[in-house]
């Protein structure tokens, strides 16, 4: 495929037509990660050394269910450990207050499809391998899929290998579209489910030392994946104007009737509708209003490299107020 410059190429285009960051993560409560070396063509799953037939059944096991699969490579492919005859997989559950990450090897990858994908995305994680505290930050290098993932991926992989130590390598990978090339360098750490957007190495540095740390950085930020879009957006809104920063100590409910109810990360929000209303809770029982607005981007930008412009749709905070403490409600 041919790589475009990173000048013309899609990332350039959003930044130009000053596409947001905020509400652009992808949608998932659970993530299943499977290593796979060599190449992946643009649909990852179909197009590496996975039997293809395997990958189209996990395609259509995952669907619609709230669990997204990745392809995973070891970004020091010189050093990458070899697990004779054995895959190394590993799952998260990105939840705040239930978030868990379990990583083993398996023989027979056709187990995966044994597990129940419904309770995967309930945080019902199976049995498999061990529970790991060490948290992961995936760098999306899919090129078969983007260009500007090819180029600014792979640029950053590059200058984390000089700067992280040789331990701390085992725990930054690639991994296949994560969604939104045009935001590249793309990364998500897990199992939080925090996915950033046009980061640069130091940048890039203070997500890994934070994910550590179980806070998050607010730079950069597109989202949490365990919400959807109008949510996303809710939720770094009071991160920003509370100045909070503990990972998991906001959850984001939507506002029906003057109830604050789930709503389920899979639920999208109907076309025809310009306007939410959402509540943010924190553990300690503080509580915010969020209204949301969906609007179109003024200047059209292509979604992905080759492709004609299309016109944004994106949620921007329109009114924010703290509430009566939730727990007193």
Not at 131 to 136: A, D, I
Request: hydrophobic content about 40%; glycine content about 10%; proline content about 6%.
């Amino acid at each position: 495929m041919s790589i475009q410059p990173a000048s013309t190429g899609c990332a350039s285009a959003a930044r130009e037509a000053g596409e947001p960051l905020a509400g652009t993560a992808p949608v998932a409560t659970c993530w299943i990660l499977i290593e796979q070396s060599g190449p992946w063509g643009k649909k990852a799953l179909l197009e590496s050394r996975l039997d293809p037939i395997f990958g189209q059944s996990l395609m259509d096991k995952a669907a619609g269910t709230g669990v997204s699969i990745l392809l995973v490579r070891h970004c020091d492919r010189l050093e990458r450990l070899a697990t004779a005859g054995a895959t190394r997989v590993w799952v998260a559950h990105t939840a705040p207050g239930a978030t868990l990450l379990r990583h083993g090897t398996m023989t027979d990858l056709g187990a995966i499809l044994d597990w129940d994908f419904a309770g995967l995305a309930a945080g019902a994680l199976p049995p498999f391998g061990v529970v790991t505290t060490e948290p992961l930050l995936l760098v999306c290098t899919h090129s078969g899929r983007d260009s500007c993932c090819a180029i600014h991926g792979r640029a950053l992989i590059t200058g984390l290998l000089n700067e992280v130590s040789v331990p701390d390598r085992d725990f930054i990978w690639e991994c296949s579209h994560i969604g939104g090339h045009r935001f590249a360098p793309t990364v998500m750490s897990l199992p939080g489910g925090a996915v950033f957007g046009r980061l640069d190495l130091p940048a890039a540095l203070d997500v890994f030392s934070q994910s550590r740390s179980l806070t998050l950085t607010l730079e950069n930020y597109r989202g949490r994946t365990c919400f959807t879009s109008p949510l996303q957006v809710a939720e770094i809104v009071v991160r920003q104007n509370a100045g909070i920063y503990g990972r998991d100590v906001l959850d984001v409910l939507r506002v029906i009737d003057g109830r604050a109810l789930p709503m389920p990360a899979m639920a999208a929000v109907p076309n025809g509708q310009s306007s939410l209303v959402s509540e943010v809770r924190h553990t300690d029982g503080r509580a915010w209003q969020v209204n949301l607005r969906r609007e179109e981007l003024s200047q059209p930008r292509p979604k992905s490299c080759g492709i004609d412009p299309t016109t944004a749709i994106i949620w921007r905070s329109v009114g924010l107020a703290e509430v009566t403490p939730w727990h007193s409600q």
